[in-house]
């Protein structure tokens, strides 16, 4: 089996491992540059969607450009961003998702733990159109955090990392693969 993450941010590559850890002994894991082709900060489900597809489709090229195709080959891209929530105080949520393509350009999707960001930040974020992982870095003192533990990581005090919620999406979108008898894929 041979995995490529769509991504060079160590967290996302890390959920990944840890994910396919959990069901598969033996497997190869690259990881690319992929561009998702959305805004650096995505709003809303679908626009977080095409992007975590972008870069699994860029992840799946990949493997099938440069490594062996008798195998089973995944690309997986994973995207987090912000959907309207009209019950949250700030009106949106954080979500991410991943997907997963395999030779076949079979899709399966996951979506990790879901939050709210105070309300300020996505105000910053509707009216100057900044990143988040900007605006939760300079209020954290940490350029690095969505390299790190993430803006849950600083806003649960640590109590959740962003790598396990990435990982809750992978494994997520893991599941019509694990439980094949159960879904038709």
Same mark, same amino acid.
């Given at each position: 089996?041979?995995?490529?993450?769509?991504? &060079?941010?160590?967290? /996302?590559?890390?959920?990944?491992?840890? =994910?396919?850890?959990?069901?598969?002994?033996?497997?190869?894991?690259?990881?690319? %540059?992929?561009?998702?082709?959305?805004?650096?900060?995505?709003?809303? /489900?679908?626009?977080?969607?095409?992007?975590?597809f972008n870069r699994a489709k860029?992840?799946?090229?990949?493997?099938?450009?440069?490594?062996? &195709?008798?195998?089973?080959?995944?690309?997986?891209?994973?995207?987090?961003?912000?959907?309207?929530?009209?019950?949250?105080?700030?009106?949106?949520?954080?979500?991410?998702?991943?997907?997963?393509?395999?030779?076949?350009? %079979?899709?399966?999707?996951?979506?990790?733990?879901?939050?709210?960001?105070?309300?300020?930040?996505?105000?910053?974020?509707?009216?100057?159109?900044?990143?988040?992982?900007?605006?939760?870095?300079? &209020? =954290?003192?940490n350029r690095n955090l969505k390299f790190e533990e993430? =803006?849950?990581?600083? &806003?649960?005090?640590?109590?959740?990392?962003?790598?396990?919620?990435?990982?809750?999406?992978?494994?997520?979108?893991?599941?019509?693969?694990?439980?094949?008898?159960?879904?038709?894929?």
């Amino acid at each position: 089996m041979q995995i490529c993450v769509g991504s &060079l941010n160590p967290v /996302k590559y890390s959920a990944v491992k840890q =994910a396919f850890n959990t069901y598969f002994n033996k497997f190869e894991i690259y990881q690319i %540059k992929a561009d998702s082709r959305v805004p650096n900060q995505p709003i809303g /489900k679908e626009m977080i969607l095409t992007g975590a597809f972008n870069r699994a489709k860029a992840a799946l090229d990949f493997l099938r450009l440069n490594k062996d &195709l008798d195998s089973k080959i995944y690309g997986i891209g994973i995207e987090a961003g912000l959907v309207k929530i009209p019950l949250a105080t700030s009106k949106y949520m954080d979500f991410q998702f991943c997907v997963i393509i395999d030779k076949m350009e %079979k899709i399966t999707i996951g979506s990790g733990v879901t939050f709210e960001y105070p309300k300020f930040i996505i105000d910053k974020v509707l009216s100057k159109n900044i990143e988040i992982g900007e605006i939760m870095g300079a &209020l =954290a003192n940490n350029r690095n955090l969505k390299f790190e533990e993430g =803006a849950i990581g600083y &806003l649960s005090k640590n109590q959740i990392k962003r790598e396990e919620i990435l990982k809750q999406a992978v494994i997520c979108a893991l599941l019509p693969r694990i439980n094949q008898e159960l879904y038709t894929l």
